[in-house]
DNA sequence: GAGGATTATGAATTTGTCTCACATTGGCGA
DNA sequence: TCGCCAATGTGAGACAAATTCATAATCCTC
């Protein structure tokens, strides 16, 4: 048997229009379609779906059954017809985000819970979990937008820049190479670094300082959060390298020094990868720059 | 644009099946078949439904939002057909009952609680307010049962006896007419009678005893329910006349009387009207069953 | 019981969906 | 990077289903 949506719109009109003539002319059909449509549908639940006893024909048990179902289901499916609607006029769509950048969590928030007061309809979530692999899902379109520093030249895809950041070294006033102008490869020898729990190819630390200059430091833990890392350096547990403006709260303060990785400082920037095809959707631009207006507004502290 | 089952089974089976050519074998079509119906579904909803920089095709955002619809309809869908499947058998059905008496509600409240057990698929109600016009909303499929001591020769209805009954005089041992051996038309020239709230010709005391007899009542007050009317019977605020079986309580208490409608007592025969196609059903014939058992039981107090 | 309104029916037509055969594309290993 | 395999797309024709037109049958009302 097999129910279709023109027979619960029909049952619902007949239903409505209180017969089917008229249910007829208010689906822009001819009463005979419509006399056609129910016999075979009648044919096919193997009972009879309406009342023939009076003369504008009624729904029987078996019918008001199946008005209920109409009832149920076809505002959900008018409903996403117009969010199709929607998408295609650009107001709706999806927004799933994966972070490469683990300090960029803090930064992320804000600009979400303003982007989604401007976009109400579009389906925002942040995808953890599948970083490793960010740029194939975004191509598969699994995800539509990664924070990454490394623009690697996919095709398809646009690398949006957010923001530049000095990767910047961080101890405890308490330790000895708080006495340094500037952080060297050498100088992490002798210390215990603190970083967040991902590959080392994924860590400005090693990318940047330590891998190039094959020095191997002391020792090395894992903090999740960026506080706990803070917190960690400060009580000079170890030592670490973030990007300056995560350190904007703790250079005021006379438990922490922050140096630059010399003697020529890394700059680095970090990017939004969106599809190429997604960049020019309005609500895509406006997450770009409210991203790069909170961007700022970290910056200045 | 117009979204059919289909599609949302075809969306279903190609995220399951993970991919085209799996789904068209699950789905018992060619794979071109599918490919084109794809097509046509995009064409319609404006926008891509699947991404295909991959290979094995995937469902892009607008295709996952319809799969959830798939997922919430669908299973609706497939119950409704299965409702039909056992509305064929005869397992399920629908059983909304109209009472044209009123003092059945309190024998028929048992008779449908052992009738759910023994039907639970079987969608009962007791519909009230159209007791009117009974006979034209059986006829018209509105209600499948009707509760009545009136069996017009309707045709297309078979009128099922359930039980027989005396309309029987109830007082307060306290009333002067206590004294008799039974009850007539003149005798109620002094009295206030109380009835349900319902038309003249729907009452046994009327259509039986004063309407033949051309005798009115000193009075006439209603109340809804039996036990109410017979509260203020034993307070001698009046008389009624109801059928014998409702005073199996009250016969045994010396409060009260109850003495038949003389000299030659009317017998009335209660029966339960069935659109004939039913009266085969098996639930039906369950249902009328039961009715009479309990009637026997409650004849005999 | 005549007339208007409502539904049913049959044949022809239109529309839509499927299959078949083959082209195209992407993924993957040599 | 070439070439093969697997997956998907395309076009034409066959077939099925839905719709329309014309008209018949039915019910309802006055």
Request: hydrophobic share 45%; proline share 6%; aromatic share 8%.
């Amino acid at each position: 048997m097999y129910i279709e949506i023109r027979h619960l719109r029909t049952i619902r009109a007949i239903h409505t229009a209180g017969g089917l003539a008229r249910a007829a002319e208010m689906m822009n059909m001819t009463q005979s379609a419509l006399s056609h449509q129910v016999a075979g549908l009648e044919d096919q639940a193997g009972m009879e779906l309406f009342v023939r006893r009076s003369k504008p024909m009624r729904l029987s048990a078996a019918g008001f059954r199946m008005l209920k179902l109409a009832d149920r289901i076809l505002p959900e499916i008018d409903a996403l017809e117009e969010e199709f609607i929607a998408l295609r006029s650009g107001k709706s769509g999806r927004l799933h985000i994966t972070l490469e950048c683990h300090a960029c969590y803090d930064w992320l928030f804000p600009v979400l819970e303003m982007f989604r007061r401007a976009w109400p309809e579009v389906d925002v979530d942040i995808r953890a979990g599948l970083a490793f692999d960010a740029m194939p899902a975004l191509n598969r379109e699994e995800i539509d937008l990664v924070i990454t520093s490394d623009p690697g030249s996919q095709n398809g895809v646009t690398f949006n820049p957010l923001f530049d950041y000095h990767p910047t070294f961080v101890a405890s006033s308490q330790n000895p190479l708080a006495a340094k102008e500037f952080i060297q490869a050498e100088d992490f020898r002798d210390q215990v670094v603190i970083t967040y729990p991902v590959s080392r190819d994924r860590l400005d630390l090693f990318t940047e300082v330590l891998t190039p200059a094959k020095v191997e430091p002391r020792g090395h833990r894992t903090a999740e959060l960026t506080a706990v890392i803070l917190m960690l350096v400060g009580s000079n547990r170890g030592v670490a390298v973030l990007p300056d403006w995560v350190m904007r709260e703790v250079r005021s303060s006379s438990d922490y020094v922050t140096r630059p990785l010399g003697p020529d400082p890394v700059l680095k920037r970090m990017y939004a990868a969106t599809r190429e095809e997604d960049s020019t959707r309005p609500y895509m631009a406006h997450f770009l720059r409210l991203a790069r207006i909170e961007a700022v507004r970290l910056q200045r502290g």
